[in-house]
T-cell receptor
Framework: DGGITQSPKYLFRKEGQNVTLSCEQNLNHDAMYWYRQDPGQGLRLIYYSQIVNDFQKGDIAEGYSVSREKKESFPLTVTSAQKNPTAFYLC?????????????FGPGTRLTVL | AQTVTQSQPEMSVQEAETVTLSCTYDTSESDYYLFWYKQPPSRQMILVIRQEAYKQQNATENRFSVNFQKAAKSFSLKISDSQLGDAAMYFCAYDRSNFGNEKLTFGTGTRLTIIP
């Protein structure tokens, strides 16, 4: 099946630890994105990558890092520098259709800091 | 900067009835795209419908249609014959066109409840 997978579904972190969220897609999409969702808010962009070995900061990149070594994979590391990391994290990928990118989302990872 | 506003935090509708969710946006661009995404309790975001600003015809997808008013910068979603499976958060989103891989700007969402 083609799609976007995220793992794990739930993740618990102790304060001061770095954790990495996985995002994989087999849709052959060029671009990938990471969003953060907090209660009562829309999605906010953390990082995005248009091609392999290249990525750009979004609106709330502080305390996060990413890599894009393969087209299929775009892992997100939440570092200890992120002050309030408890949130729902969504990964997306996109394909250029009809003049714009249409983004498709994975099932998400719920991160809780203990 | 572009902003997207959804002024209805919650809406409810009787099953089989029609409901309209509102969305307004602010932009200085003339060419752009608008989206409605659905987020059910599973929390996965699902694309519902897409509208190109240069098209005057309103987009439709089965029971879902939009009322796009470019001059008023309004983009409402109409759900006809509401079903229990339509219960979800609905997010309106904006994207500049023709720049490649630009980020989406999301509204804060409307929670839709379907009353059996």
């Amino acid at each position: 099946d083609g799609g976007i997978t995220q793992s794990p579904k739930y993740l618990f972190r102790k304060e001061g630890q770095n954790v990495t969220l996985s995002c994989e897609q087999n849709l052959n999409h060029d671009a990938m994105y990471w969003y953060r969702q907090d209660p009562g808010q829309g999605l906010r962009l953390i990082y995005y990558s248009q091609i392999v070995n290249d990525f750009q900061k979004g609106d709330i990149a502080e305390g996060y890092s990413v890599s894009r070594e393969k087209k299929e994979s775009f892992p997100l590391t939440v570092t200890s520098a992120q002050k309030n990391p408890t949130a729902f994290y969504l990964c997306a990928s996109s394909i250029w259709t009809g003049g714009t990118d249409t983004q498709y989302f994975g099932p998400g990872t719920r991160l809780t800091v203990l | 900067a572009q902003t997207v506003t959804q002024s209805q935090p919650e809406m409810s509708v009787q099953e089989a009835e029609t409901v309209t969710l509102s969305c307004t946006y602010d932009t200085s661009e003339s060419d752009y795209y608008l989206f409605w995404y659905k987020q059910p309790p599973s929390r996965q975001m699902i694309l519902v419908i897409r509208q190109e600003a240069y098209k005057q015809q309103n987009a439709t997808e089965n029971r879902f249609s939009v009322n796009f008013q470019k001059a008023a910068k309004s983009f409402s979603l109409k759900i006809s014959d509401s079903q229990l499976g339509d219960a979800a958060m609905y997010f309106c989103a904006y994207d500049r066109s023709n720049f490649g891989n630009e980020k989406l700007t999301f509204g804060t969402g409307t929670r839709l409840t379907i009353i059996p």
